[in-house]
Nanobody
């Protein structure tokens, strides 16, 4: 499955963005999906994840209460709504998918999108 992440941009601190993750080639509705981010000079880190059924979601402590992950379009699009953005949220955001894994380790996701840049100015 090929993933496409979009929706990044430049926003002021306190603002909002909504990232989208869509799939081509196959339906994303059967896959668990995770969002990760990587800032310059840092390792890729877990942000949020949602199971294929949407019954379970998870968030990194740093984004709890500010970010919301959800599915739409019969599960074929996964959104990451990001509110109250902070300068430390600046990173390239990636969506990833896997048939069996829905956890926090990026190494266990088999499919990745190309990333979308989020820049938060203070």
């Amino acid at each position: 499955v090929q993933l496409q992440a979009s929706g990044g941009g430049l926003v002021q601190a306190g603002g909002s963005l909504r990232l989208s993750c869509a799939a081509s080639g196959r339906t994303l509705s059967n896959y668990h999906v995770g969002w990760f981010r990587q800032a310059p000079g840092k390792e890729r880190e877990f942000v949020s994840a949602i199971t294929w059924s949407s019954l379970t979601t998870a968030y990194a402590d740093s984004v709890k209460g500010r970010f919301t992950i959800s599915r739409a379009n019969a599960g074929n699009t996964v959104y990451l709504q990001m509110n109250s953005l902070k300068s430390e949220d600046t990173a390239v955001y990636y969506c990833a998918a896997d048939l069996y894994y829905s956890g926090t380790s990026p190494n266990n996701y088999n499919y990745w999108g190309q990333g979308t840049q989020v820049t938060v100015s203070s």
